[in-house]
């Protein structure tokens, strides 16, 4: 059996004291236009959203996150802001936005932004004013001469680069007769941040937003902040998964994860900790990088300089797959917890607008059980809309497909590349329309399984995701042990892990036993009788065969396949 203890540094067994709202807090993400649609249109919105605040108190959420509700032609639903400043009339008005602010403090919630620095959109005033050259608008995104003109005088790219939703990353303005760099769709272009300019606009920018009442960001998508300024072609990966046009089929050595794009960060924490002096209220700064567990701590700070508050951590949705073997999730989990930087607060992410659901990528069972990880390993714990019913992904015809990704893989290939199926509206009741609108139609189908899996089924039925889920946040904040316990994962079989938030006897200490394969199976969690021999179930997969609070014996567990159980027990010593 192979056992590994990390110590929480900086924390002491017991004392939270020190801790700050967002590091006890889970945090929520909630993608507007699935939520809740406060009007007819079929599309979620804000007062939709001030209407569903209690939902989170119900729930157990500290910090709300908002994809962006910013002004937007919605190319990429909200992703390509034309207004930095405005709400988009899709989603309401700065009113309703001024109400939702208000809704939120009146109930302890914080009010979390997406911030997207890398890019606008192509309707945003300062990309029209750049492309007519027009100062000091001109150089606020990445222009680039053509390398030349083919036989028929067509313009030809400046390299190969390849954006993120497939085709080249160049397009061509005729107005300017240059190209500009696009490392999402061609209606988001780069921002070019060796302007200073640019820089101060999107520092003004957060200044706003937390001076309206932000609480702080989730920034968007930073490691494509910069590029390698001789524009070199990136090599190929003759990953034979990916065609030429794909962004799978180069290696992006020059246009992600560039040195200098950290001190940009660091600069944003600056302002965000400047505001925070003034406004005199606690700030965070969370970011979103999908980049290799080196670079993703290099977001922390470089150890002078701090930088997010936390980097999201999404080893469980870049390295866990359907594996069954133990060791493999004791090896995730203790990567992480070796490569994070002395002092740095931890944090889980298991889903968002970007994955397939928890429940279509794991199986329903192993769904609720990465949930239950999420909730209980060490750090913050952030949770997608929708997980704490585990909704399941929504099949949607290429007829249907609306996200971008998808759309430019074409027919045959949008399956692997949508993200629609993770977008579909929030399953409140099992009323027309899953009590997500009172219109007739919905801008993304409704699963069809509403009519069973939605919220008040699942509130009034003895055993649901809902209520583990409350379980979970209730742990969360009053056991001690889920905020600062010595984290022990334990590999108790090939297919069984565990892992104990420990704290010294007289307060309860966790124990999280879980079964990735495929057999129900009894196990001794206690091998080193280093354990009590009696526990208390808290709770844990639907097909556990104990009730809440029973005693259980620790030398003897039924766990069901694919399976968790979260035991609590009082310290030998
Ligand atoms: C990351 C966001 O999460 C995703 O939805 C978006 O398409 C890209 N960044 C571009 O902004």
């Avoid at 993400?29 to 406060?38: A, E, M």
């Avoid at 001789?230 to 560039?258: A, F, R, V």
């Avoid at 469980?316 to 740095?344: C, H, M, R, V, Y």
């Avoid at 990880?373 to 714990?381: E, I, V």
């Amino acid at each position: 059996m192979k056992i590994t203890a990390v110590l929480l540094l900086g924390l002491t067994a017991l004392g939270s004291a020190q801790l700050e709202w967002w590091q006890t807090s889970t945090f929520y993400q909630v993608y507007p236009r699935s939520f809740k649609d406060g009007g007819f249109d079929g599309i979620g919105d804000i007062p939709g959203i001030i209407e569903k605040l209690d939902h989170f108190v119900d729930i157990g959420i500290g910090g709300v996150w908002l994809s962006p509700v910013f002004k937007s032609p919605m190319k990429d639903f909200g992703y390509d802001v034309s207004n930095f400043r405005e709400i988009d009339p899709i989603f309401g008005t700065m009113a309703d936005f001024d109400a939702l602010v208000v809704g939120c403090r009146n109930r302890g919630l914080k009010l979390i932004l997406d911030f997207v620095p890398n890019h606008s959109s192509d309707e945003h005033d300062w990309f029209i004013r750049s492309k007519a050259r027009e100062d000091p608008y001109t150089d606020y995104y990445t222009w680039v001469d053509p390398a030349g003109y083919n036989a028929t005088g067509a313009p030809i790219a400046p390299n190969n680069w390849i954006s993120v939703f497939g085709g080249p990353a160049w397009e061509w303005v005729e107005e300017r007769q240059q190209f500009y760099l696009h490392q999402f769709h061609a209606g988001q272009p780069d921002l070019n941040y060796r302007n200073p300019l640019v820089l101060e606009e999107m520092n003004d920018v957060l200044r706003f937003w937390l001076d309206k009442g932000a609480d702080g960001f989730r920034l968007d998508a930073v490691p494509h902040l910069m590029e390698e300024p001789g524009l070199p072609d990136e090599p190929p990966t003759n990953d034979p998964n990916y065609g030429p046009d794909q962004w799978g089929s180069l290696e992006h050595i020059y246009t992600k994860d560039q040195p200098e794009l950290y001190d940009i960060i660091y600069g944003f924490r600056d302002i965000v900790d400047q505001k925070q002096g003034e406004l005199g209220r606690p700030l965070v700064m969370l970011v979103e990088a999908y980049t290799n567990i080196t670079n993703t701590m290099k977001y922390y700070g470089n150890g002078t300089h701090p930088g997010a508050h936390f980097p999201f951590n999404f080893q469980l949705i870049d390295n866990l797959k359907n594996e069954t073997d133990a060791a493999g999730l004791q090896s995730i989990i203790n990567t992480w917890f070796s490569n994070l930087p002395s002092g740095a607060w931890s944090n889980w992410v298991v889903g968002n607008h970007d994955q397939p659901r928890v429940a279509g990528r794991f199986g329903t069972q192993f769904g609720l059980t990465s949930i239950i990880l999420g909730q209980l390993l060490p750090g913050t714990a952030v949770t997608y809309n929708g997980e704490e019913l585990n909704m399941e992904n929504t099949w949607i015809s290429w007829a249907d497909t609306v996200d971008p990704q998808g759309c430019q893989a074409g027919p045959d290939e949008y399956w692997r590349f949508s993200r629609d199926p993770e977008r579909t509206p929030f399953q409140w009741s099992a009323e027309a329309m899953a009590g997500f609108t009172t219109g007739s139609t919905t801008w993304l189908p409704i699963n069809e399984n509403y009519v069973t899996l939605n919220l008040e089924a699942q509130k009034v039925a003895a055993k649901s995701p809902y209520k583990v889920y409350k379980r979970l946040t209730e742990a969360r904040k009053n056991i001690i042990a889920v905020q600062t316990g010595e984290l022990r994962t334990y590999v108790l079989d090939t297919h069984i892990f565990s892992f104990a938030r420990a704290v010294p006897a007289g307060n309860p200490s966790v124990l999280v036993v879980v079964n990735l394969g495929f057999e129900d199976q009894v196990v001794n969690a206690n091998p080193n009788n280093d354990l009590p021999v009696i526990a208390n179930f808290y709770t844990g997969s639907l097909e556990a065969v104990y009730a809440e609070n029973e005693e259980v014996s620790t030398v003897s567990l039924a766990i069901p396949a694919r399976g968790a159980l979260v035991l609590t027990y009082d310290a030998l010593v």
